[in-house]
């Protein structure tokens, strides 16, 4: 069945950069895109990024500047990175599966990520 | 961006009681709006897709529907399990949420 896992360190230190891997099962991301949304506590969602099943990549312009997501097909993983982090980036991180009409029909449980020195 | 003003931001409802949560699109994004829900501690579960069609497994008592640029989850009689916060979201270009509904028992 599909599946999709967050996992990453639960403490950042500020300015520091975050390294998230979501680990995928139950289809191939050659064929899906892979998307990065985050949840501050007691917040709305926010979307951060995508890997396209092609390969390519977007991202919130909002975060551009510090953000970077990247796959390895052959380990059904897709990463993010994110730098130069600050208290506001305490949050919950989810990859998301988008199904053909541009929602996200499976989503991973969540990592939440503490940034604190 | 385009962006997505839902409301109400709360709502106390009663057991078999019809809720209706709406969103507004600041552009046209056609039919490609979906809604979630998300209960606490738990990662949001899309109920619909496509403005009108139920995700595998949702209820018939959810449904979506679309008047221009202003698109309306209804909940056609509450249950206790319907308790949590709903999200709409467009997938028209780089993808958007609404602010959320914080749907509650009276």
């Known amino acids: 069945q599909v599946q999709l896992k967050e996992s990453g360190p639960g403490l950042v230190q500020p300015s520091e950069t975050l390294s998230l891997t979501c680990t995928v099962s139950g289809f191939s991301l050659t064929s899906y895109n892979v998307h990065w949304v985050r949840q501050p506590p007691g917040k709305g969602l926010e979307w951060m990024g995508v890997?396209?099943?092609?390969?390519?990549?977007d991202y919130n312009s909002a975060l551009k500047s510090r953000l970077s997501i990247s796959r390895d097909t052959s380990k059904n993983q897709v990463f993010l990175k994110m730098n130069s982090l600050q208290s506001e980036d305490t949050t919950t991180y989810y990859c998301?599966?988008?199904?053909?009409?541009?929602?996200?029909?499976?989503w991973g449980q969540g990592v939440m990520v503490t940034v604190s020195s | 961006d385009i962006q997505m003003t839902q409301s109400p931001a709360s709502l106390s409802a009663s057991l078999e009681e019809i809720v209706t949560i709406t969103c507004q699109a600041s552009?046209?994004?056609?039919?490609?709006l979906a809604w979630y829900q998300q209960k606490p501690g738990k990662s949001p579960q899309l109920l619909i897709y496509?403005?009108?069609s139920l995700a595998d497994g949702v209820p018939s008592r959810f449904s979506g529907s679309r008047s221009g640029t202003q698109y309306s989850l209804k909940i056609s009689r509450l249950q206790v399990e319907d308790i949590g916060i709903y999200y709409c979201q467009q997938a028209s270009s780089t993808p958007t949420f609404g602010g959320g509904t914080k749907l509650e028992l009276k």
């Open positions: 998301a599966r988008e199904n053909y009409s541009g929602s996200f029909d499976y």
């Open positions: 890997m396209w099943s092609g390969g390519s990549t």
């Open positions: 552009q046209n994004i056609g039919n490609w």
């Open positions: 496509g403005t009108t």
